[in-house]
């Protein structure tokens, strides 16, 4: 059984200023995008999982749900500044530790990533193109079951440049009607903890209904499921090679 | 002419309550360690460098400041948590936007260097080893004019495993005489600039008067030389293709 | 179930012209190196292994051979070019349309590895040192079981600088007490095939009686096992796009 | 003054049985495409640049062309299989001592660069699209004076899956009206030499003179322009180290 967590900021699905937004999301989303994505995640049998948001005291993330989370999933777009470094930091050190982390879409320069990353993960942007997923790591396990390409008949536009670090495997990149590529789907290693950023996911847009999206998003979990995970990040003193002293002491005993 | 400050701590260089320590690190580095890497680039014509240390304000890397480096040198090793965040935070924004970033030994877990990794740089240590640097990367600039191997006579240990992203190139690898290794000349792309971590450099030892390490020192301020800095990180909104509009509006006259 | 077959030049166990090393290889191989490699693969269940070697037709490796092999392991020293480059490519293709590939100690310079990588291989080398193996990957599938690192009391040394393209991942870095490092733990992709290189194996050392040695060996298999194979290397012409021409017609219509 | 020489397979611009091809060729070409690609080069007064062509005895490379080539440019594209196997092994040899090699359209699959990467450069393929490059690595020098993007009025499409190693960078991806992308700009090291994969330059269309084009290509030569050749790959002997022996003198004689 993995555990996910599935983090929301869960702000334009409430929000009274923007009404028409938040009606159009709510029709994509009706209990928020967490939920469209806990159930995703709860197709797959290995997988159980819990849902917080930005409004829970220390956002959700307190010790206790992090030392009980494998793979964290994070969504948000609005209001990146809104969570604490402290907690993008205490996101960095269980990842560090080997919990794994999942970034979609506007959370390109969310504050985990950018913590994780170093990164500001800048980019263009446009609402409203039809976008082509292409997969360029066939073997893969975060493609298995994905052909060569598919379709999103609507996304918001994302393109390069992209300011990542280079990733491990640039596993999609994506075509989009106006013009742009964006390399969409990347995977990094940051201590024992593995991260994938994954594109698909405007707020008002119906790609998480694309069982592309959806089998990528499970087979995304299982990949960074940590196969390790530490208890601490230590600086050890190291003793001398035990092996060192032995081959002098038999040196000396010549 | 290319612009380099380098930064010290400079607190065991004054540290009453180690004075052991402070008059061994001030034999080998009488004026400060940012005095003798200060005196090691300007045998190179075209390296105007100055010193800054945490003392001043703002740790001595005001925007000014900042912004008229081209590479910023970073040395420290007691007092990482003595440096805000907010400017680990600045660092990160000029690197980013183009400024070299080369971080000396002990800064492995300086606030800079995680803030740009996102790794916690932890490692294995030990005071008082014979190390062998091994040059992994022999036709990298910053090998240039460097053997296959050198030799410091007494050197800290620092071994494997080295909580770092996956670099760029690995340039060296250190064999230490008590049976450690270490990946300790490194480099990553942030951003449009250039980061480099090199091992060597320990407050008490002689490494920095080898002429192979001060070689090294010079051959990075070259390779970390902005080639391009921009002015400001920016999410810009992308128009559809003006060639998609003139490819319908083609379609349309016909 | 996996399929593996173990391929050994199958030389110096025969090799009337130098009886000493015939025999200490012997001693420590009694039925030559593949049935050592064999027995150690054997201990674990979901493994099936048939053994070939140099002097069968084809070397043993006909198509129908490689056609039944999912991981392939290569162990060759002297006799590197007298296995044609015609088992090279035939290697190769089937590798690249995703057949495993293990290359054990001297199979460095190997025919079947220098068509898959381009280089050379060449490296240092000096037999009778005493080597310690450092887990670089302490979260990679291959280091599954291994500790942080695990010595060896006779191996030959190799050193760098190792010609090999910069590895997916350096999985282990080896220190030789003579005062060498070398990446002895490397893998790659090469279209849908896996490759490791595994340093240790010397003819005439028992490195591959070591319990580390023997869980690397079986945890390489279950990596470079393929998780998708193609029928034939295609140059694909492709139509233009449905949904462009969709896009269009929709236009068109209007 | 960097010598480069451009070698064409120039086929299709004398095929007499295909005379529209030839034609359409001869139009955009006149003297032969490697006429085109030294009128370029030459463009740069540090570069000196030489044509051969297959039909010339050993396809023109000689071991003294090749001695007195630092960079080797590279089109073909219906003759790959009439350069036989120890031409490109000859070429392998050179680069991993140090030479340049830049491959062009459709040389991908082209039998020095199997050589050299292993792998079968397939791909997708169809005449006649647009195309869109975009700069995905703003700091690399094949990337200086060139925008965000530019266009192709004409290209022929090439799209993946590109069975190539992961590039050490990947400093373009095209963006095709049909629907693809394509990893356009690739860059790898092998030995001590530098190779450039580029996309654009179909025989019959115009990308050769378009003036980002040309100023990549002459970046490019730049780029490859070896920083340190070697005389012969070698599989030396290694002493123990000196520095050893010296300590353990010194041990002994205390």
Redesign the interface.
């Known amino acids: 059984m993995i555990k996910v967590t599935v983090w929301n900021e869960f702000v334009q699905e409430n929000d009274e200023s923007w009404p028409e937004r938040r009606d159009q999301m709510r029709e994509v989303h009706p209990n928020g995008i967490h939920e469209t994505l806990k159930a995703i995640l709860e197709e797959d049998e290995e997988l159980q999982v819990r849902t917080v948001t930005m409004d829970m005291p220390e956002c959700g993330l307190t010790q206790d749900v992090l030392n009980d989370t494998d793979v964290l999933v994070w969504w948000a777009h609005v209001a990146h500044d809104r969570v604490p470094?402290e907690i993008a930091e205490r996101v960095?050190d269980h990842v560090?530790r080997?919990m794994g982390f999942i970034a979609l879409h506007s959370a390109h320069?969310s504050r985990p990533l950018q913590?994780?990353?170093?990164?500001?993960g800048?980019?263009?942007?446009?609402e409203g193109d039809?976008c082509?997923v292409?997969?360029?790591c066939?073997?893969h396990?975060i493609t298995?079951g994905i052909p060569?390409y598919f379709?999103l008949e609507e996304e918001e536009?994302y393109?390069?440049?992209?300011?990542i670090?280079?990733p491990?495997?640039?596993v999609f990149?994506?075509?989009f009607?106006?013009?742009?590529?964006f390399?969409s789907g990347c995977t990094?290693?940051?201590?024992?903890g593995?991260i994938f950023y994954f594109q698909p996911g405007h707020e008002t847009n119906r790609s998480y209904y694309n069982p592309y999206v959806r089998k990528i998003l499970k087979n995304a979990v299982h990949w960074a499921n940590?196969?390790?995970r530490i208890e601490k990040?230590?600086?050890?003193?190291?003793?001398?090679?035990p092996?060192?002293k032995r081959?002098?002491s038999k040196?000396n005993n010549q």
């Open positions: 470094w960095n560090l080997g320069p913590r994780l990353l170093g990164t500001s800048s980019l263009k942007w446009r039809f082509r292409w997969n360029t066939p073997t396990p298995e060569e379709e536009m393109g390069e440049f992209f300011d670090p280079k491990d495997d640039v990149i994506s075509w009607s106006g013009g742009e590529v390399r990094w290693t940051r201590g024992y593995k940590p196969t390790k990040i230590e600086f050890p003193f190291a003793e001398v090679s092996e060192k081959m002098e040196k």
